[in-house]
């Protein structure tokens, strides 16, 4: 397993993370329960990764409680990221709606006890607000009190989690301006580049470490979706609709020859493009299963594509039609 700092926090992460919303939610096909849940958490650690992201609201609660209790005997050995945002208490969340969120003072300091507690320990080394808007980057009451939680040593760093879909590119440009923001975390994939590379560029200029969910393109890059597949509404990937898929099946073709001519899969090359950027900190590979645990954790060998088929990747990309994203409902 390989290292990155991340970002001017200079905390070292591990190139590949455990997302860790998984183990607590029923969105991925796959309900993963307790016990399995414990051996992934474990497995992860054994295998060198130390960073494990995650969210207050993931299960309301769940996803910290399993990591407080399965992998406090190493606290001090690992990275614990957690985000917050979403008052969820007493509201049933109904689909992928979002809830309503807060960043205000006294919901920050409440919701930071209640992961603490959950987590089992005394501070958070990255905390994060989860998919804020453009106001809430423009709050300056929402950074002094972040900043006041750090000289409290409660929290180590922040960063900031851009969502709940892909786009929001004024918002992590913004937030990067921010001094504490270490890290700021994206969709970002091989075939969903728009806006990671500006996102990317920004970083390396503000020494801020870029944190990538969605690696795998909901599955089209891991062979788990193809033209057939038939996606329940409960599960995440239900927002990818027939023709997205269509079209995403036919880059990849495009793609196969650069993964044979490295002697790599799919899923391999899709990784192994991201472990090659500059400005990247850590990958969350989307996991159900010690087995992909295992492999994903393989990919971070140092073994990266050459400037050569990095430029034609780049050049594939720039030849694909644009896509829409998920507009910011702020105006700039």
Known sequence: MKYKKLG??????????FGAWTIALNWWGKEIHEDEAAKMLKR?????INFFETADMYGKGKSETLIGKYLKDVRKEIIISTKYGYDFEGVEQIGHSELPQSFAPDFTNKALRNSLERLQT????????????????????????????????????????????IGWTQEGIEAMDRTNVSAVQTVYNILEQTPGNELF???????????????????ILTGKVNAETKIDEKDHRSVRKGEWI?????KVEQLRPIAQRNDLTIT??????????????????????VEEIESFAAMSDGNYINQTDMKEIDELFNSWPAYELKATTQAA
């Open 268 to 289: 391999e090359l899709a990784i192994k493009f991201i472990l090659s950027k500059k400005g990247f900190a850590s990958v969350f590979p989307t996991v159900i299963s």
């Open 44 to 48: 992860a650690y054994d295998l060198g």
């Open 246 to 250: 269509k079209s995403a099946l036919q």
């Open 201 to 219: 560029d920004m970083a390396i200029q503000k020494d801020v470490g870029i944190l990538v969910r969605v690696p795998d393109a909901s599955g």
């Open 8 to 17: 001017k926090s200079g905390i070292e992460v591990s190139e590949i993370g």
């Open 122 to 165: 005394g501070y958070v080394d990255v905390y994060g607000l989860h998919n804020p808007k453009l106001n809430h980057i423009r709050d300056d009451t929402i950074f002094q009190t972040l900043d006041k939680l750090i000289e409290e040593q409660k929290i180590n760093t922040y960063q900031i989690a851009l969502g709940p879909a």
